[in-house]
């Protein structure tokens, strides 16, 4: 059997053996919309429980506008140009409004990287402005949540009298959906308070993965500092499977994203009998997949789905690599997934610890293989699981010793599924 999966800019095309049960966890998403043009200046000019946002700009001298960077496929150049051109027709000049990219903790994006992010047009007419988290000067602190998270914001976007924010809806591995809260903090938000965000409290918490919204303290977290950072305005969209515009929710910072969670979960869940045996996933290609940092999250979406003991392939290409330093500094200094955890108790937090962490709770009971050819064969020795040179002998590593007719799950776009079992997870 012959099964296309997202892999880089191109994919990749399996051979999978016949004798065994396959499921085909599809990326299900609404049709794009026809014409998203007319559907976003509606959206504008009749929000979610707000005002229209010509309306809500009137009478301010300035506006700032978080959006994704480059590890995000938001169609910012889409909606930007309806939002600004809002934004200047109520008296707020061009010169006046910065745009931010939400880069949390991730490398400041390239000036080619920014231009295709908002598009050339409006990169070089507008303020277009890294977040840079480790800068502690560039922030204000806004004092700690009700927890004692304290709260560092760029204060390039609460020094506006306007706070946006433009991002897309999809299952997240640690806040159950993205967007909405998520483009002020982690996105705007200084390294102490993503440090805070990331620690063993919220990553160890069962709460806290994908499609997991009710009762998660990571999202509350943020709901609450996104209140502190005065953010006044959102739009988001939910993608179809070509990356088009196939929903859009625009208006009030939580009602709008509330009703777009609710859009894209309708949508996406894809609901087993029961967990499978084995799963072969990906990190949905580029540009999820251009670090193994970022393509751990294929691997996280698919261990609901998996028996305790069972096997998860993750296929990515990983092009630039490993990740930031300090990620790379880790994943080659802990030789299991029980000694990282050890290590991580009643330690101070290290950027980029948690997508470890959530790696080392799924390999604690689960096996995993990989194929990710852009990774340094230095790193190879602790993955904790093993990598292969070719798709195609990580293929065979996975169904080697498999009873004929196993339950194998193949999930082509990876966390671009939300999977889950009827039945309670069961040894394999």
Not at 219 to 232: Q, S, T, W
Not at 281 to 301: E, F, H, R, V
């Amino acid at each position: 059997m012959r099964v296309d999966v997202a892999f880089g800019r191109s994919g990749l095309t399996l051979d999978l053996p016949e004798r065994f049960s396959f499921h085909i966890l599809e990326a299900r998403s609404a049709r794009p919309l026809p014409d998203p043009v007319p559907a976003l200046e509606a959206a504008l000019d009749a929000p979610i429980g707000a005002a229209p946002l010509a309306e809500l700009a009137r009478g301010r001298r300035s506006a700032a506008i978080s959006v994704c960077d480059i590890t995000r496929p938001a169609p910012n150049s889409l909606v930007l140009p309806p939002v600004l051109g809002r934004l200047e027709r109520a008296g707020i000049p061009r010169e006046a409004i910065t745009i931010l990219i939400a880069t949390g903790l991730h490398r400041p994006d390239t000036e080619s990287e920014l231009r295709e992010i908002v598009g050339p047009e409006i990169a070089g007419s507008y303020q277009v402005v890294n977040h840079e988290a480790r800068k502690k000067e560039l922030h204000r602190y806004l004092g700690e949540t009700a927890s004692g998270t304290p709260v560092y914001i760029d204060g390039r976007f609460l020094a506006a009298d306007l706070h946006l924010s433009l991002g897309f809806i999809e299952p997240h591995l640690m806040l159950g959906y993205s967007g909405g809260r998520k483009l002020v903090a982690p996105g705007l938000a200084g390294e102490d308070t993503i440090k805070a965000l990331h620690s063993p409290r919220f990553m160890r918490d069962p709460r806290t993965h994908e499609g997991s919204i009710e009762g998660n303290p990571l999202h509350e977290e943020l709901l609450e500092i996104a209140r502190m950072a005065g953010h006044d305005f959102i739009v988001d969209v939910a993608l179809a499977r070509d990356r088009r515009i196939a929903g859009i929710f625009a208006g009030h910072p939580e009602k709008a994203h509330r009703r777009g969670v609710e859009f894209v979960s309708q949508v996406m869940l894809e609901e087993l009998q029961a967990p499978v045996d084995a799963v072969i996933t990906t990190a949905a290609g580029y540009p999820l997949d251009l670090t193994y940092y970022q393509s751990i999250k294929g691997i996280t979406a698919a261990q609901h789905i998996v028996k305790t003991g069972g096997r998860i392939l993750l296929l990515a290409e990983c092009a630039e690599g490993p990740g930031a330093p300090e990620f790379r500094r880790m994943l080659k200094e802990f030789p299991s997934p029980e000694k990282f955890l050890e290590a991580l108790s009643g330690a101070p937090v290290v950027v980029d610890q948690w997508q470890l962490e959530k790696l080392a709770l799924v390999a604690g009971r689960a096996e995993l293989l990989y194929y990710v050819p852009g990774l340094p064969e230095e790193y190879y020795p602790t993955l904790w699981g093993k990598a292969y040179p070719s798709a195609q002998e990580a293929v065979e590593a996975l169904f080697a010793g498999l009873p004929d007719g196993a339950a194998v799950a193949v999930i082509p776009e990876g966390p671009y599924v939300l999977a889950k079992p009827a039945r309670a997870i069961q040894s394999a």
